[in-house]
């Protein structure tokens, strides 16, 4: 009379073990970025407080919209529903690009002044404010990419192929490290900031480009003129 519930228990763990694995990546890059920030003075405390600011549009954004369709997603899978699947993803990334996209601009353009209002007084000093809104441009290109993974990773868990966000996550990790190595003697603490978001940009694009491939009609039906149009709204 076990067998049943344990041969669902099994299942579960398969399914759930790499997704663990992934987040698990996701961390160790936070670690590894922290290790190479801790030889410059400050740069610790810089990353952190513009981490803190990007992660305002990640919560309200990424993880809400996450949230939402990751019950679209799984309901279209389960039915076997592959259109309704597409068509609930293709309006995630939709309103997720609009949502984040001008986030994107506004970041990067009044970063320094945020940071100038919430953070600098006391021992907070206007070459640290320089410093943050510097890590915080440079986070901010990968706003997009941090928050499409959100969305884009419970496709693939709705699909039962868990496995796809680890290699995507792996890979993330990867190019942070890539971009360190090379970078962080010129740029210091700024290449920190600039692999991560480079990594999470890597992230997201290779789940679309391997959700196109295995499910396709991602791109259909006008997702990519608008993402586009918001992209130049935005630069304006």
């Known amino acids: 009379e076990w067998a049943p519930r344990d041969a669902g228990l099994v299942r579960m763990a398969r399914l ?3 997704a ?3 987040l698990a990546a996701v961390q160790v890059n936070i670690f590894v970025s922290s290790r190479f920030a801790s030889h410059e003075p400050g740069a610790v405390s810089w990353l952190d407080y513009a981490f803190r600011l990007l992660y ?4 309200l954004f990424g993880v809400a919209l996450g949230t939402i ?3 679209g997603l799984a309901r279209r899978a389960a039915e076997g529903d592959m259109e309704g699947l597409r068509d609930t993803l293709r309006q995630s990334l939709s309103m997720l690009a609009y949502l984040t996209v001008p986030a994107t601009a506004g970041l990067m353009v009044l970063g320094v002044p ?3 209002l919430l953070y600098e007084r006391g021992r907070f000093t206007p070459a640290d404010t320089q410093a943050t809104g510097a890590a915080l441009f440079l986070y901010s290109l990968g706003l997009v990419g941090y928050t499409g993974v959100k969305v884009l990773a419970p496709a693939f868990y709705a ?3 868990p496995r796809v966000p680890l290699v995507a996550s792996v890979l993330a990790v990867a190019t942070n490290l ?3 190595f090379a970078l962080n003697r010129g740029l210091g603490f700024r290449a920190i900031a600039l692999g991560t978001a480079l990594g999470s940009l890597v992230n997201a694009g290779l789940l679309v480009a391997l959700f196109e491939k295995r499910v396709g009609g991602l791109f259909g039906h006008g997702l990519f003129r608008p993402v586009a149009r918001m992209g130049l709204a935005a630069a304006g």
């Open 20 to 22: 663990t694995v992934g």
């Open 114 to 116: 945020v940071v100038r």
């Open 16 to 18: 759930m073990a790499p």
């Open 69 to 71: 369709a990751t019950a």
């Open 178 to 180: 890539v971009v360190i």
């Open 56 to 59: 305002l549009p990640i919560g």
């Open 159 to 161: 699909l039962g192929a």
